[in-house]
């Protein structure tokens, strides 16, 4: 089975939810910015699933973007995880089509896997995920709220500091 995750290359939520949903699905991974995620989507055939997360779609790219997840969903489920704003139109939209979506503005797209997966997912998933909404500023989500119980604030933020800092500065070498 192939099954494919794209998901956002600049920052900590985009890779952090990448690296989740390879360790539960052992998917392979395409990294992209919002630029190019529209010819990603379109470079995806042949495949047994797909996850795209941390991926927020405007105006401009709406209609492109539902009629590659339509398209690839024809032969492959499809799943849409993300936290950025989403008009009502967009979000029915994208349901209707078939896509089963997982969204929320109050936890990012990290938190959102790590919730729906963290049974099948080691502990230390969970202090990736809080890096991941502390460096998107969503730490105020309730299930990330819970998540940041566990940590010493601190090292949260130490943590997420250092690895954000890593993203930003290896952020064109993709093997990185």
């Known amino acids: 089975m192939k099954t494919i995750c794209i998901s956002h290359n600049r ?4 890779i952090v939810a990448a690296a989740l949903m390879r360790n539960v699905t052992k998917c392979d991974v395409l990294l992209t910015d919002y630029e190019q995620m529209i010819q990603t989507l379109e470079s995806v055939n042949g495949i047994d699933s797909l ?3 941390d991926l927020g779609i405007t105006k ?6 539902c009629q590659q997840l339509n398209r690839i969903k024809k032969t492959a489920p499809v799943c849409y995880i993300d936290h950025h704003p989403l008009s009502e139109k967009s979000l029915k939209t994208i349901i209707d089509s078939g896509v089963n979506v997982i969204h929320s503005t109050e936890d990012c797209a990290s938190v959102l896997i790590y ?9 230390q998933a969970a202090l990736l995920a809080a890096c991941s ?8 989500g309730k299930i990330t709220k819970n998540i940041l119980k566990r940590y010493d604030r601190d090292l949260i933020l130490f943590e997420a500091s250092v690895l954000s800092y890593a993203i ?5 070498d993709e093997e990185f």
């Open 11 to 14: 920052d900590v939520d985009g």
């Open 51 to 53: 996850y795209v997360c």
């Open 60 to 65: 401009e790219t709406q209609n492109l973007f």
């Open 115 to 123: 919730q729906l997966y963290k049974d099948k997912l080691p502990k």
């Open 133 to 140: 909404a502390v460096t998107d500023d969503m730490d105020s």
């Open 168 to 172: 930003a500065a290896k952020g064109d």
